[in-house]
């Protein structure tokens, strides 16, 4: 018999699932000084993380906008390995409810191209950090977050950092936003790399369960 | 009257983790009342489910000894079977999860299966996974798929027989009897499938069926399919669990 029976088997070629994700990033004024730096920092941890995992580089699409003064797209979706982290600067005040509706607007975009395309994709990302409380109107925002949630067309994640307006979070994050300790934005963006490498590594067919942050040495407070 | 050939195999990134294959299968053919049938299921246990491993496996040996209890009853077989014995599947799941002391929901588990006459088959389906068959409608000599995985899903968002709308999600099918079958978990789905084009890659199947269709015993070839699902080649491309159950209909027709 022959040594490898199913040598001949060849394989059906299809592209990448896809787990995208847009950074919703606070750069209002009140983020100068040791925050701003800190964040920056945590932002290039991430990138280096995930382009550290062959597969998550790939499969993890990154789009990133900031709210300070104005709401800015920063950088639109692309492969988290060709990400390119910027250096953000804090100005301004903090239109958040603007840039939430922006972000929900291009998670939709992007999984309409994947559809048109025959990507399979996992459920998208939304992560916010903020320091502060919307200067903008956010109501209206609020209501499709949790339109969205309920009809799980993304996952919502909202971080306050020291200063952040907890009860306004928590009436536009169904999940209960979580509080940064201190500036452990490093810590906050490893945690964020490792849970969607293990989501990009993710079978087809089910919820990964994420690592509990607020666990006794994890980066965020309850 | 069927060969039948079946292995699960871990994923490499379950091996890493230390994890254990959480898919399972079963399968017998059996001659009730004169008429050849055969009875297979396969089960995909979820990855966050503490002891999914053990839910795939009540489904799946559930769902056999049901169906063959339908079949030495000589009940027509029906939608309406097929979801009594994803029931009975459900329930043994349910017992299991109750002698383990465990909710049922950590002994989620996708689930496949078919019955297969001389001239008509039945398929079912909850979950993510594949059923591919080859034969039995005239003049169509493809490798075909009985259920689409449904566009616009999430990939880490499937259907659990476990999940209290697990009857909702079920997929039914009725079709005449296939000469080739194949029942796969999604760990297999991008190898065999091209998602974007909807079409079966029909050089993955070929080879393994001429295999089998050569083998004189087909457990002379288990050893080999579970070093193929393995197999470099295969984990470069999913590091998923993987089952793949084959039957070929062998001298009848």
Redesign the interface.
């Given at each position: 018999?022959d040594q490898?029976?199913?040598g001949?088997?060849?394989?059906?070629?299809?592209?990448d699932?896809r787990c995208h994700c847009v950074l919703l990033l606070d750069t209002s004024r009140s983020m100068e000084g040791a925050p701003i730096a800190a964040l920056n920092a945590g932002i290039k941890t991430y990138k280096d993380e995930l382009a550290a995992d062959s597969?998550a580089a790939k499969r993890v699409e990154v789009a990133l906008v900031t709210f300070g003064g104005e709401i800015t797209l920063v950088s639109d979706f692309g492969a988290a390995g060709e990400f390119r982290p910027p250096l953000l600067q804090p100005t301004g005040d903090t239109p958040m409810g603007g840039a939430i509706a922006k972000a929900l607007e291009m998670l939709q975009a992007r999984k309409q191209l994947y559809?048109q395309?025959?990507?399979?994709?996992?459920?998208p990302w939304l992560f916010l950090i903020t320091d502060g409380a919307p200067t903008d109107e956010w109501a209206a925002v609020a209501e499709k977050v949790k339109e969205g949630e309920a009809a799980?067309a993304f996952a919502f994640f909202a971080v306050g950092v020291s200063g952040a307006d907890f009860d306004i979070l928590k009436q536009i994050s169904v999940r209960e936003p979580l509080k940064l300790d201190g500036l452990r934005f490093r810590d906050l963006f490893v945690w964020l790399s490792n849970s969607q490498r293990a989501?990009s590594?993710?079978?087809?067919?089910?919820?990964?369960?994420l690592e509990n942050p607020t666990k006794p040495d994890g980066w965020a407070k309850v | 009257m069927w060969k039948l050939l079946r292995a699960s195999v871990p994923g490499s990134s379950h091996a890493k983790a230390g994890t254990q294959c959480q898919d399972s299968h079963a399968g017998t053919a059996t001659k009730p009342h004169g008429e050849h049938f055969l009875v297979v299921a396969c089960a995909d246990g979820a990855g966050s489910a503490a002891r999914s491993e053990e839910g795939a496996a009540a489904a799946t040996a559930g769902f056999v000894s049901a169906a063959c209890g339908f079949l030495d009853a000589q009940a027509d077989l029906t939608r309406e079977s097929l979801v009594d014995c994803f029931r009975a599947a459900r329930k043994s799941v349910e017992e299991r999860a109750a002698k383990l002391d465990v909710p049922a929901r950590e002994l989620a588990c996708t689930l496949l299966a078919a019955i297969v006459g001389e001239k008509e088959a039945w398929f079912a389906q909850v979950g993510d996974g594949l059923i591919v068959v080859r034969g039995g409608v005239r003049g169509n000599e493809e490798y075909l798929p009985v259920f689409w995985p449904r566009v616009g899903d999430y990939l880490n968002d499937s259907d659990f027989l476990t999940d209290d709308t697990y009857e909702k999600q079920l997929q039914f099918a009725q079709r005449p009897a296939p000469r080739e079958l194949a029942l796969s978990t999604d760990g297999l789905q991008m190898l065999m499938a091209n998602i974007s084009a909807r079409t079966i890659h029909q050089g993955f199947f070929s080879p393994i069926f001429s295999q089998l269709k050569q083998a004189q015993e087909p457990d002379e070839l288990l050893v080999p399919l579970s070093e193929f699902l393995s197999s470099a080649a295969v984990n470069e491309r999913t590091d998923d669990d993987k089952t793949l159950l084959l039957a070929l209909r062998d001298g009848l027709r």
């Amino acid at each position: 018999m022959d040594q490898m029976p199913f040598g001949g088997v060849s394989f059906a070629e299809n592209p990448d699932p896809r787990c995208h994700c847009v950074l919703l990033l606070d750069t209002s004024r009140s983020m100068e000084g040791a925050p701003i730096a800190a964040l920056n920092a945590g932002i290039k941890t991430y990138k280096d993380e995930l382009a550290a995992d062959s597969l998550a580089a790939k499969r993890v699409e990154v789009a990133l906008v900031t709210f300070g003064g104005e709401i800015t797209l920063v950088s639109d979706f692309g492969a988290a390995g060709e990400f390119r982290p910027p250096l953000l600067q804090p100005t301004g005040d903090t239109p958040m409810g603007g840039a939430i509706a922006k972000a929900l607007e291009m998670l939709q975009a992007r999984k309409q191209l994947y559809k048109q395309n025959g990507v399979q994709f996992y459920r998208p990302w939304l992560f916010l950090i903020t320091d502060g409380a919307p200067t903008d109107e956010w109501a209206a925002v609020a209501e499709k977050v949790k339109e969205g949630e309920a009809a799980r067309a993304f996952a919502f994640f909202a971080v306050g950092v020291s200063g952040a307006d907890f009860d306004i979070l928590k009436q536009i994050s169904v999940r209960e936003p979580l509080k940064l300790d201190g500036l452990r934005f490093r810590d906050l963006f490893v945690w964020l790399s490792n849970s969607q490498r293990a989501v990009s590594h993710s079978k087809a067919g089910e919820e990964t369960p994420l690592e509990n942050p607020t666990k006794p040495d994890g980066w965020a407070k309850v | 009257m069927w060969k039948l050939l079946r292995a699960s195999v871990p994923g490499s990134s379950h091996a890493k983790a230390g994890t254990q294959c959480q898919d399972s299968h079963a399968g017998t053919a059996t001659k009730p009342h004169g008429e050849h049938f055969l009875v297979v299921a396969c089960a995909d246990g979820a990855g966050s489910a503490a002891r999914s491993e053990e839910g795939a496996a009540a489904a799946t040996a559930g769902f056999v000894s049901a169906a063959c209890g339908f079949l030495d009853a000589q009940a027509d077989l029906t939608r309406e079977s097929l979801v009594d014995c994803f029931r009975a599947a459900r329930k043994s799941v349910e017992e299991r999860a109750a002698k383990l002391d465990v909710p049922a929901r950590e002994l989620a588990c996708t689930l496949l299966a078919a019955i297969v006459g001389e001239k008509e088959a039945w398929f079912a389906q909850v979950g993510d996974g594949l059923i591919v068959v080859r034969g039995g409608v005239r003049g169509n000599e493809e490798y075909l798929p009985v259920f689409w995985p449904r566009v616009g899903d999430y990939l880490n968002d499937s259907d659990f027989l476990t999940d209290d709308t697990y009857e909702k999600q079920l997929q039914f099918a009725q079709r005449p009897a296939p000469r080739e079958l194949a029942l796969s978990t999604d760990g297999l789905q991008m190898l065999m499938a091209n998602i974007s084009a909807r079409t079966i890659h029909q050089g993955f199947f070929s080879p393994i069926f001429s295999q089998l269709k050569q083998a004189q015993e087909p457990d002379e070839l288990l050893v080999p399919l579970s070093e193929f699902l393995s197999s470099a080649a295969v984990n470069e491309r999913t590091d998923d669990d993987k089952t793949l159950l084959l039957a070929l209909r062998d001298g009848l027709r």
